[in-house]
């Protein structure tokens, strides 16, 4: 094993304890409930990035199995061995993903992948980021795109300057420097009847309709939430090619978008009312 580790945590004790995500050379070097299915799996399908495996963990309200994560140039395959032992293997085409998510939240990491019969979820340490960038890179990759002619132009860089650097710097290190950017939209963290919203954006690009949000701190730390920018981030992936709907409830200055996915609910949101009608453009312009 080749160690490397990812650190996020909903509370900073709780991360400095997630375990350390580690790439595997081989199926023998996986856990030995792990290593059969993931030997079969490699049979028919070779890696295209290094499988990543993560220890279990257990803490209060905080827990995951130890599984294996493989992403080859069609598939992808999450192994996790079960407190009674058992293997829950998830596997689907790329072709068949609704959704990535990838989060930061202080010390912790948090990939999710929602597949139309598979679903996985992994906790990990953040300082093994890059091994689940990685792989999701790749499954970005493998999405369709939509015909040239129903592409647009590219986003200006100059587009990109009134985002705030966290913003910015997760666009183009997660979205943008692989896949071009056709369409963009943002709003600033805002405070509504005592509530703090965070700042975040929607981008377009040929594969995917991608929502990025600053992290929200956890507890009730009120300084935390009067900046929400030094906390962590998350970056939801949506398959254009799946059926995309939403709908809109409108409140005192803000409004509250809930995301579907083929029929199953992704992900709600909220944003100012001032710049619903911008959100709701790209939303319609995601449309295939």
């Known amino acids: 094993m080749n160690s490397s580790t990812q650190d996020s945590a909903f509370g900073a004790e709780a991360g400095r304890q997630l375990p350390f995500s580690e790439t595997l050379d081989s ?3 996986a856990p030995v409930a792990l290593r059969a299915s993931l030997a079969d799996w490699l049979e028919r399908h070779t890696p295209v990035c290094p499988m990543i495996f993560t220890p279990a963990f257990s803490t209060t309200g905080l827990s995951c199995p130890a599984s294996v994560f493989v992403v080859s ?19 689907a085409a790329h072709s068949a993903i609704r959704s990535i998510e990838l989060t930061q939240v202080l010390l912790q990491g948090c990939l999710q992948v929602f597949a139309a019969n598979a679903r996985a979820k ?11 960038v990685a792989a999701v890179q790749k499954m970005l990759d493998a999405a369709p795109a939509v015909p040239v002619e129903q592409r647009g132009s590219e986003v200006a860089p100059s587009s990109l300057g009134g ?17 071009p950017l056709r369409r963009i939209t943002s709003w ?3 405070c509504f009847a005592g509530r703090t919203i965070p700042g975040g954006l929607l ?10 949000r600053e992290g929200l701190p956890s507890g009730e730390d009120e300084a935390a939430e009067r900046d929400l920018s030094s906390y962590g981030k998350e970056i939801v992936y949506l ?21 579907s996915v083929a029929g199953t609910a992704v992900l709600e949101f909220e944003v100012p009312e001032t710049d619903l009608a911008e959100v709701e453009a790209l ?3 995601s449309v295939v």
């Open 188 to 190: 600033s963290q805002a």
């Open 283 to 285: 939303l319609n312009a």
């Open 122 to 132: 992994i906790l990990f340490n953040v300082v093994g980021m890059e091994f689940f």
């Open 163 to 179: 985002l705030s650097f966290k913003l910015r710097s997760t666009l183009t290190d997660f979205v943008g420097a692989r896949h």
């Open 27 to 29: 199926a023998e070097l």
């Open 203 to 212: 981008a377009l690009t040929d594969r995917h309709l991608c929502l990025l």
């Open 73 to 91: 140039s069609g598939h992808w395959l999450w192994l996790a061995e079960e407190e009674d032992g058992t293997v829950r293997i998830c596997t």
């Open 239 to 259: 398959n254009r090619f799946s059926t995309i709907s939403w709908t809109c409830e409108l409140g005192e200055n803000l409004a509250t978008l809930a995301i």
